[in-house]
């Protein structure tokens, strides 16, 4: 009798290193954040821009988007 659903998950290299991308981009997300309470405008504008550049390549690793 076959099973209906697999027992195993297979997730390609690209998907696993979408995953491990989100992690960097939350952080920056973070500390862009902490920057833009601080009145650490400029700072907080590059590092928001590169933390959503980030999420943005890495949603489409994990095939998110």
Same mark, same amino acid.
């Given at each position: 009798?076959?099973? *209906?659903?697999?027992?195993? /998950?297979? =997730?390609?290299?690209?998907?696993? /290193?979408?995953? $491990?991308?989100? /992690?960097? !981009? /939350?952080?920056?997300? &973070? *500390? !862009? =954040? ?12 590059? &590092? ?7 999420? $943005? &390549?890495?949603?489409?690793?994990? !095939? $998110? !988007?």
């Amino acid at each position: 009798m076959r099973s *209906i659903f697999p027992l195993e /998950i297979y =997730i390609s290299d690209a998907v696993f /290193i979408g995953f $491990l991308l989100l /992690i960097p !981009g /939350i952080l920056l997300f &973070i *500390i !862009g =954040i902490i920057f833009l309470i601080a009145k650490q405008k400029k700072s907080a504008k590059v &590092i928001l821009i590169l933390s959503g550049c980030l999420l $943005l &390549i890495s949603a489409g690793l994990c !095939g $998110l !988007g």
